[in-house]
């Protein structure tokens, strides 16, 4: 069996010890094109965190294959500091830091590959746009930009269709449609189940610990649905990250 792009072994991730995610254990393949989903509060961000090492495990670990070196992490747009004085060109250009460096120069070769990112995603012309002056859909398609330049084998999106306008969203879902073409792996938090059943072949659907996990149509029965919801209204925020018994 290929070695996979992301392994977690009884992974715990907690917040002054509370856990947010805890006992999860599988792999994503390379090449997967995965949702994760969940009530409200089920630990899907902080998943995401986990994965790329802004939060370290509590316990158990998560490792990355030889197919998940690169990695690009688009967090939600509301996470954002939209008042940062930065142009459009700049934000973009950030992509390529992984490359060139912070203080790398930027050549005629860097120059062409920002045009063709902004052109992909529709944005050619905004270079000199503070980024303060987009709408949501027009940051989101900047940041997809930044995503293209950072040329990952692992992609992390949470909600990156959340609060933008139906064209940008085809249109940035065209893109995730290209990256699984080119055999990346994609892991993405999403909350419109009819998105994830019609784009998005596996699913792992979560309430701080994992529900269901596989073929999307399986992960989202119905009652599946409904014993996350319940794992949510049952838990308890104030509990202490747990050990299983060595039995």
Known sequence: ?????????????????????HHLSGRIEPGALMAVVGPNGAGKSTLLKGIVGVMNPASGSIARGPSARRVAYLPQLAEIDRSFPMSVYDLVAMGLWGRIGLFGRIG???????????????????????????????MQRALFARLLLQDAELILLDEPFAAIDARTSADLLDLVRRWHGEKRTIVAVLHDMDLVRRAFPETLLIAREPVAWGETAAALAPENMLKARRMIEAFDPNAHACHRDAA
């Not at 920002?114 to 992909?120: F, P, V």
């Open 1 to 21: 069996m290929a070695e996979p792009a992301l392994r977690f072994d009884d992974v715990t991730l907690a917040y002054d010890r509370h856990p947010a995610v």
């Open 108 to 138: 005629r070769k860097e120059a062409d590959r920002i045009a063709e990112a902004l052109a992909a995603v529709g944005l050619s012309g905004f270079e000199r746009r503070p980024i303060g002056t987009l709408s949501g859909g027009q």
